[in-house]
């Protein structure tokens, strides 16, 4: 089961997130978050035990405090040193090519997804996230 985190500074896109998540199977444990800062808070408090970390971070890029880009140079500072690297999957209303281009200069980000997301992509994400944990994920 896959453990996530939303940020995003839209409470109406946190809504569709919980929409799109529900009765998924592959969700253990979805959080949602406008402040990035604070994940970033966790994520250092908690760098010796990683069954407290995400497996998936949802990241949206333009936000009033802490944009995205800032987040993501942080998380891979962490990613740098922790145990567990976290994955991340951009998630912006942005179609800028430039953006895309950018987001794929960092190891963490494993794709870059243009809002509104589809129920079948973010199950998608989190099948992936923890594969060795999915029972009902047929491995070859």
């Not at 500072?77 to 912006?92: C, G, P, R």
């Not at 190891?107 to 060795?132: G, H, Q």
Request: charged share 25%; proline share 4%; with cysteine.
């Amino acid at each position: 089961m896959c453990k996530l985190v939303v940020i995003d500074d839209n409470p109406t896109d946190h809504y569709i997130m919980q929409r799109l998540l529900h009765n998924n199977y592959n969700c253990e444990q979805a959080t949602y978050t406008y402040d990035g800062r604070l994940v970033l808070d966790y994520l250092e408090e908690n760098k010796d035990a990683d069954s407290h970390l995400p497996d998936v971070i949802f990241l949206d890029l333009d936000m009033p405090e802490l944009t995205g880009w800032e987040f993501l140079d942080e998380l891979e500072t962490f990613n740098a040193v922790s145990k567990k690297n976290v994955q991340v999957h951009i998630m912006s209303s942005s179609i800028r090519s430039a953006d895309v281009f950018h987001s794929k200069k960092y190891a963490c980000v494993n794709s870059f997804m243009t809002k509104p997301l589809s129920r079948d992509l973010v199950n998608k994400v989190c099948e992936e996230a923890t594969p060795l944990r999915n029972p009902h994920r047929n491995i070859a």
